[in-house]
């Protein structure tokens, strides 16, 4: 069933609507995206739409260039902290912490978003996990809010999220970094098909260490201790292959009753160099100083093999 979000829900009251069906279909412009009852991008398995992304804006869907759905389907999040073994979720069947139907946002808690969704889940004594994604008709990509709060003291805790991008085909050129964004904060998968480009950008760490990977296997989660120490499958600044996309963070101690929060995009292009996002430090310019950039941007432009894509956010 698809979800068609409008303004009307942005201007009723501040609250999270049960979805009528699971998993939650949300669609723009340029993006279809599913929320999966394990709290990632997906339905529940290989059924798409997971990702789908139209470039030319005109609310086209092809599925079979969907990002996630192809093949072995991989979106997911994995943590860890020293009181316990890496635990995690995916699109497939992983459910650590818990399976349960995703909810639309509205009013204040959609932040102004024509779509926006979230998703909650509980590794039982230790840690909630919420995931929240938002966008508007006019965006090619999806922020995503993730908050973890402690049941319990946490100590060297630390968050991942990792996707296989198969749009069109299973072998892509991949790549930590691109012109504008550095290999901390951008990894991106190229197809080899068609040109599609998926990527993890890191939007906000909230002050937290962060990260990005690809590593060599393509359909399963990691652990973020091996994503942020770059060991085990971690295959350097580029791959070409059927390989996964990571992003992770380092929150180290956390308190029980406390949370760490931070923001992070799935964004689509048709190239690597084709994502220009605001930097990662989560400071947005001024209008007349981003503009004064995008114009710089715009005098390198013909290195560039298409269109870019300015993604901004609130």
Not at 117 to 130: D, K, P, Q, R
Request: charged letters at 10%; a negative charge.
């Amino acid at each position: 069933m698809k979800w068609m979000l409008s303004s009307a829900l942005v201007a009723s009251a501040a609250m999270a609507v049960p979805a009528v069906a699971t998993p939650l279909t949300m669609t723009g412009d340029y993006l279809q995206v599913s929320i999966s009852d394990y709290g990632t991008f997906g339905r529940n398995g290989g059924t798409p739409p997971a990702y789908v992304h139209d470039p030319l804006g005109t609310g086209t869907f092809d599925l079979s260039t969907d990002y996630i759905s192809p093949g072995s389907p991989h979106d997911g999040f994995s943590i860890v902290a020293s009181e316990f073994s890496w635990a995690e979720n995916n699109n497939y069947g992983n459910s650590d912490f818990g399976f349960s139907s995703p909810t639309l946002l509205a009013g204040a808690a959609a932040m102004g978003y024509a779509n926006a969704a979230t998703w909650s889940g509980v590794l039982s004594g230790f840690l909630e996990v919420t995931n929240s994604y938002f966008f508007n008709p006019g965006d090619e990509r999806v922020l995503v809010v993730t908050t973890l709060t402690a049941l319990s003291d946490l100590t060297n805790l630390a968050f991942a999220r990792s996707v296989d991008p198969d749009s069109g085909t299973t072998t892509s050129e991949n790549q930590r970094g691109n012109s504008t964004l550095g290999i901390d904060d951008f990894v991106g998968s190229e197809s080899v098909a068609n040109g599609r480009t998926l990527a993890l950008v890191n939007i906000d760490n909230g002050g937290y260490e962060n990260t990005t990977a690809i590593w060599n296997t393509c359909c399963s989660n990691n652990n973020p201790y091996n994503i942020l120490g770059h060991t085990g499958g971690d295959l350097g600044l580029t791959s070409t292959g059927d390989h996964s996309l990571n992003l992770a963070y380092r929150i180290g101690d956390l308190s029980a009753g406390s949370s760490a929060t931070f923001k992070y995009a799935y964004a689509a292009g048709l190239g690597l160099d084709d994502i220009v996002i605001p930097p990662p430090s989560g400071a947005v310019p001024e209008p007349a100083t981003w503009a004064m950039m995008i114009g710089g941007f715009a005098l390198i432009g013909g290195t560039l093999r298409r269109r870019r894509t300015t993604l901004s956010f609130a």
